[in-house]
């Protein structure tokens, strides 16, 4: 199984992203998978940014990105997506995707993690 993160950048304080994660490999169904995204920041830990269960009916939100940050899915795509507004320079970081079978867990306890994408805020 592959997942593949895309879409980070550097932007300016305030500024919108969008990261997108395409799953793949043979025997994965995507819609089986609950996705999460994370984020680690140079000298700290890695820590729960969003995720989604498999059918896209719930979600849940860190509280430091509630209300900013959305993550959706495309199962046709077997994409997973976090829209990221009004970045600080708090939300910078290396942000991976992960893919857990059945449940989608706000701890670090996923099946399969991407590579990451590097996300910088500047003020």
């Known amino acids: 199984v592959q997942l593949q993160a895309s879409g980070g950048g550097l932007v300016q304080s305030g500024s919108s992203l969008r990261l997108a994660c395409v799953a793949s490999?043979?025997?994965?169904?995507?819609?089986?998978?609950?996705m999460g995204w994370f984020r680690q920041a140079p000298g700290k830990e890695r820590e729960f940014v969003a995720a989604?269960?498999?059918?896209?009916?719930?979600?849940y939100y860190s509280d430091s990105v509630k209300g900013r940050f959305t993550i959706s899915r495309d199962n046709a795509r077997n994409t997973v997506y976090l829209q990221m507004n009004s970045l600080k320079p708090e939300d910078a970081g290396v942000y991976y995707c992960?893919?857990?079978?059945?449940?989608?867990?706000?701890?670090?306890?996923?099946?399969?993690w991407g590579q990451g994408t590097l996300v910088t805020v500047s003020s």
């Open positions: 989604i269960t498999w059918s896209g009916g719930s979600t």
């Open positions: 992960a893919a857990k079978k059945g449940i989608a867990p706000k701890t670090l306890d996923y099946d399969y």
């Open positions: 490999g043979r025997s994965f169904d995507f819609s089986d998978y609950g």
